[in-house]
């Protein structure tokens, strides 16, 4: 479960949302500038609320009124952005290790076959990501934010840097994700399509506000 209830400032623009989510998929939808990407910042703790908590499944992670907020790199909170952010110095294979090393994990070959079988990428681990395409980038920083076990992971526009085809050729992988990763998603898109076929549970932003929350039935056509 996930809950928030934040508000904050940024400049004219105020944000002051509460919803508390169960779904495996929370679909953050909203036209641009409804707040989304601000939102999730929070969420993943690079932004601090003015005042607010955020809790996953029972975690407090922010707590104004205790003046408690746990740092970025304790959340155990994944975050794929819209353009995958992989070091482009590193190849696929470190790319991937980057996460759990961060984190002092120990390796887990088992959960790594897994993964690179899950979303197809197990050929390209020796490659540098410039030797990949935007859909293989997005499905390794994917892999990458997994392969660090969070217990949420955000997902902000991960295909807004793709065109409709290469769109269409991630998406299975992302069901494949939410179906058998077993963590829950934050995904932030502002096409309905990509929801309904996503989501369990909407989170419609209008101006900082939740203007509707409920099913993929509160979704536009
Ligand atoms: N640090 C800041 N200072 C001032 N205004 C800010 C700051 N950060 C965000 N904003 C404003 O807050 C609003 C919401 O921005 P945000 O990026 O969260 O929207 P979004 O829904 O993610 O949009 P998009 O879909 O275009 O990414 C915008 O009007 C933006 O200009």
């Keep these: ?3 928030v209830e934040v508000s904050k400032q940024l400049g004219n623009f105020s944000i002051d949302v509460a919803f508390a989510s169960e779904g495996r998929v929370t679909g953050l939808f909203g036209a641009s500038g409804a707040g989304k ?9 690079l932004q601090k609320p003015d005042r607010g908590m955020i809790s996953v499944d029972g975690d407090t992670l922010d707590d104004t009124a205790h003046n408690l907020h746990v740092a970025v790199h304790r959340r155990r909170i994944g975050y794929v952005f819209q353009d995958a952010r992989l070091f482009p110095h590193l190849d696929v294979r470190r790319n991937l290790d980057y996460g759990r090393r961060m984190n002092r994990l120990t390796p887990d070959p088992a959960q790594e076959t897994r993964l690179n079988e899950m979303l197809n ?6 490659r540098r990501p410039g030797q990949l395409s935007g859909g293989e980038r997005q499905r390794v920083a994917l892999g990458r934010a997994l392969l660090a076990r969070p217990r949420l992971l955000l997902l902000d526009e991960p295909l807004g840097s793709l065109d409709g085809s290469r769109k ?13 990763a077993g963590v829950p998603m934050v995904y932030v898109s502002h096409d309905p399509d990509e929801l309904r076929q996503l989501a369990s549970q909407i989170v419609m932003l209008k101006r900082g506000r939740v203007a509707a929350f409920g099913g993929i039935d509160i ?3």
């Design 121 to 126: 990428i197990g050929h390209l681990l020796d």
């Design 168 to 180: 269409a050729e991630i998406l299975p992988y992302l069901m494949r994700l939410r179906d058998e």
């Design 219 to 221: 979704l536009p056509a």
């Design 37 to 45: 990407t601000s939102l999730v910042g929070m969420i993943a703790g």
């Design 1 to 3: 479960m996930l809950r």
